[in-house]
């Protein structure tokens, strides 16, 4: 009985199985089977569609833009809203918000204490510097916390992923001092889009949507016994701060920059002439387990 229609094949795709397999797995599968099914059914997708869709995954792959997709489609941002919701059923409140990691983390970057200039030579923007403390939900000071901090340079390009770029340039990681305090100084990064003519620019075009995304800073801020906080932070005044192709834009995280403030005090960063500075506080909550502590970003984490 080899002959089937939609429900038969669904039916076999579904439930064909020779061992107990992960059924977890198989649930997802499942589902994911069932509503490209459906979609491919109710929308009447040609076998051309069908195709090409196929082809673009396979692209989009191997350009190494799939962490660009599923930020641009909103996936990054619904974990972080799933994530917010369990904590807020669970009672957890307060500490920094939590915002999308992205695709270009890397590990490993240069590490200094206290303070750290990031960006080398010549500034390419406005001479900025961030600082502040890691602290606690009770305010205490949290020593020796390790923040990550990756931005992209004047054109928008990350380093390991932007040719031209130095390794680890625009990424260092920061041991806080005795106090829980940081200190960096860089330039302001621009925002930056999405790369043209690549496949996720094909799919937005498609979609009639832009691929901009606000000026931004990461951060990753790890410490024993609290939950690693992965988050970003805005520059005002961006035109996209509002409308970031990757949704990534959340309240209390926009910083507030200070313009003109004076060099003294500074200049172990080379600084000489007025800058612009912001104060900007990492609130750590307690982690219930080690993996809520975990020093990892998000790839290191599953393929550890
Ligand atoms: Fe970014």
Do not use: C
């Given at each position: 009985?080899?002959?089937?229609?939609?429900?038969?094949?669904?039916q076999?795709?579904?439930?064909?199985?020779?061992?107990?397999?992960?059924?977890?797995?198989?649930?997802?599968?499942?589902?994911?089977?069932?509503?490209?099914?459906?979609?491919?059914?109710?929308?009447d997708?040609?076998?051309?569609?069908?195709?090409?869709?196929?082809?673009?995954?396979?692209?989009?792959?191997?350009?190494?833009?799939?962490?660009?997709?599923?930020?641009?489609?909103?996936?990054?941002?619904?974990?972080?809203?799933?994530a917010?919701?369990?904590?807020?059923?669970?009672?957890?409140?307060g500490?920094?918000?939590?915002?999308?990691?992205?695709?270009?983390?890397?590990?490993?970057?240069?590490t200094?204490?206290?303070?750290?200039r990031?960006?080398e030579?010549?500034?390419?923007?406005?001479?900025?510097?961030?600082?502040?403390?890691?602290?606690?939900?009770?305010?205490?000071?949290?020593?020796?916390?390790?923040?990550?901090?990756?931005?992209?340079?004047?054109?928008?390009?990350?380093?390991?992923?932007?040719?031209?770029?130095?390794?680890?340039?625009?990424?260092?990681?920061?041991?806080?001092?005795?106090?829980?305090?940081?200190?960096?100084?860089?330039?302001?990064?621009?925002?930056y889009?999405?790369?043209?003519?690549?496949?996720?620019?094909?799919?937005?075009?498609?979609?009639?949507?832009?691929?901009?995304?606000?000026a931004?800073?990461?951060?990753?801020?790890?410490?024993?016994?609290?939950?690693?906080?992965?988050?970003?932070?805005?520059?005002?005044?961006?035109?996209?701060?509002d409308?970031?192709?990757?949704?990534?834009?959340?309240?209390?995280?926009?910083?507030?920059?200070?313009?003109?403030?004076?060099?003294?005090?500074?200049?172990?960063?080379g600084?000489?002439?007025?800058?612009?500075?912001?104060?900007?506080?990492?609130?750590?909550?307690?982690?219930?387990?080690?993996?809520?502590?975990?020093?990892?970003?998000?790839?290191?984490?599953?393929?550890?």
């Amino acid at each position: 009985m080899s002959e089937m229609n939609l429900q038969a094949l669904l039916q076999r795709v579904n439930s064909t199985q020779i061992a107990p397999g992960n059924p977890r797995v198989r649930a997802l599968t499942e589902r994911i089977v069932t509503d490209l099914f459906k979609t491919i059914d109710e929308l009447d997708v040609s076998a051309d569609e069908f195709w090409t869709a196929v082809d673009w995954l396979g692209r989009l792959g191997a350009a190494g833009q799939l962490g660009l997709i599923t930020a641009g489609l909103g996936f990054d941002r619904l974990l972080d809203i799933r994530a917010d919701e369990a904590d807020q059923r669970a009672g957890r409140q307060g500490g920094t918000p939590r915002a999308i990691e992205g695709p270009l983390y890397v590990a490993g970057a240069p590490t200094a204490t206290y303070e750290v200039r990031v960006d080398e030579g010549a500034p390419k923007g406005e001479v900025f510097v961030m600082e502040g403390q890691v602290r606690d939900l009770q305010g205490q000071p949290v020593p020796g916390a390790l923040i990550d901090v990756w931005h992209a340079n004047e054109q928008g390009g990350y380093s390991h992923f932007f040719p031209g770029m130095q390794p680890y340039e625009l990424r260092r990681r920061i041991q806080a001092d005795a106090q829980g305090r940081y200190r960096l100084r860089s330039y302001l990064p621009p925002g930056y889009s999405i790369p043209p003519n690549s496949p996720t620019s094909e799919l937005f075009e498609a979609l009639g949507r832009h691929g901009h995304r606000p000026a931004h800073i990461h951060f990753l801020v790890v410490a024993p016994g609290l939950r690693t906080l992965t988050t970003q932070v805005n520059i005002p005044g961006d035109t996209y701060i509002d409308d970031d192709f990757a949704f990534a834009t959340r309240d209390g995280l926009v910083i507030e920059l200070e313009r003109g403030v004076a060099p003294a005090g500074y200049e172990s960063l080379g600084i000489e002439a007025p800058f612009v500075r912001s104060r900007f506080d990492f609130v750590l909550t307690p982690a219930l387990n080690d993996s809520e502590a975990s020093p990892l970003a998000r790839i290191a984490r599953i393929t550890a």
